[in-house]
């Protein structure tokens, strides 16, 4: 009886010590970075004006911008959005280049294409995140607001905006 007790013991603390091990929090860091392009501030400053007139939002809002750039195509395409879940700023999908601050929200910036719009400062941010959550926190969340945008060097024309009811006036009455 005592050797079977023993054994329900050793068992029971090897998984408590297993279940602390999925808890470790890690720490990343990003570059701040800076518009290097000031035809982008008014783009930006449209997302901002947008989440500013909600009345209701997370706060872990966060808003994100990448480029991408087909082979031989001479134009980008710039996608802003937002996020509400700081996790997968890290969902190993793809990494931040950096990221920074504008009138209080937090910018991620995605895809080495977007490095023609910024440049990195010598600060960095530092974020908290538990590695073992970001696999399963990968959600393609389309009830976000999002703007595309083609780019011709330092020309933006929208393409495309998609804006979910729930972020409509009538839906942020008091």
Not at 27 to 38: A, D, M, T, W
Not at 72 to 96: A, M
Request: hydrophobic share 35%.
């Amino acid at each position: 009886m005592r050797n079977y007790l023993l054994l329900i013991i050793s068992c029971m603390i090897l998984n408590s010590c297993n279940s602390q091990s999925q808890f470790t929090i890690k720490f990343k860091q990003l570059s701040i970075l800076s518009v290097e392009n000031e035809n982008l501030i008014p783009l930006i400053d449209s997302a901002v004006r947008f989440y500013d007139n909600i009345e209701q939002k997370s706060d872990s809002l966060f808003i994100t911008i990448s480029t991408s750039k087909r082979p031989g195509q001479d134009y980008s395409i710039l996608l802003i959005s937002s996020n509400e879940h700081p996790i997968t700023i890290f969902d190993g999908y793809s990494d931040p280049i950096g990221c920074f601050y504008y009138k209080n929200y937090l910018f991620v910036v995605y895809e080495k294409e977007s490095e023609q719009f910024f440049s990195s400062t010598n600060t960095k941010k530092s974020f908290r995140y538990d590695p073992h959550i970001k696999e399963k926190l990968f959600v393609i969340d389309d009830s976000q607001p999002y703007w595309y945008y083609y780019c011709f060097g330092d020309f933006f024309v929208l393409l495309s905006e998609c804006i979910s009811p729930k972020y409509m006036p009538q839906h942020n009455d008091k």
